[in-house]
């Protein structure tokens, strides 16, 4: 009975393995799980080893946040001071925090929290006072923050523009539960999110038009920004780590043979 098991099996073994090898020579990844589209790699500004954010469409991005996340989503690991010299100037900023009460992390005289205006160095507040507000006003579940949703989700930048775009009405056969959104990106294809833009439904400060692509590419990448604010200094400090390094490297090879030139070259000449 074990061998003619074992017997039996190794054909079906045989099989799935000419299947994986032929998916692979045709260039198509393979995957057990695999419930949903996976995103298109679109190309971004930042993508570039010396290229920057687009400050612009970061701007734009936060404008579609605010009017439109925020009202579900934090982004609880960004503090005002972050949006000086990307989305706000450092006035505009300050002007930005006093729009917020928070809760002072020290009490006051009588021993009491008190609010007061946000500052600079005040973290972006929440929608939400504390979690179990925040799954009270949404059935159970919690809103995900979105600091760094572009490092959480396989896919980054590109999963969160598909997301964004790829609603779409269930296929024949594909019935879902009441209160549940179609969208092939999604794991299992259903999500509780209803479609958040629509086309007009933010006014750019700088007239772009707001259509819902532009929308769901200027939060992508307001909220690839989130998840690294330092993105721009970083690859800075690296030009000039690398240009100090090359030069140390060159200074380092000149000095090198100038002081062991004498002794490579050097005739000995032995005399009886």
Known sequence: MFRLGIRSIRPSVAAASAVAAAAVG????????????????????????????????????FQVYRQVCSSCHSIQYISFRNFVGVTHTEEGAKKLAEEFEVTDAQPNDDGEMFERPAKLFDRYPGPYRNEAEGRAANGGALPPDLSLMTKARHGGIDYVFALLTGYADSPAGKDLLPGLYYNPYFAGGAIAMPPPLMDGQVEYEDGTPATVTQMAKDVSQFLAWCAEPEHDERKKFGVKAVTVLALGIGITAYYKRLRWAPVKTRKITYME
């Open 26 to 61: 045709a260039g198509v990844g393979a995957s057990c799980n695999d419930d949903c589209i996976p995103s298109l790699s679109y190309g971004w500004p930042q993508d570039g080893a010396l290229s920057s954010f687009d400050h612009a469409a970061i701007r734009r991005g």
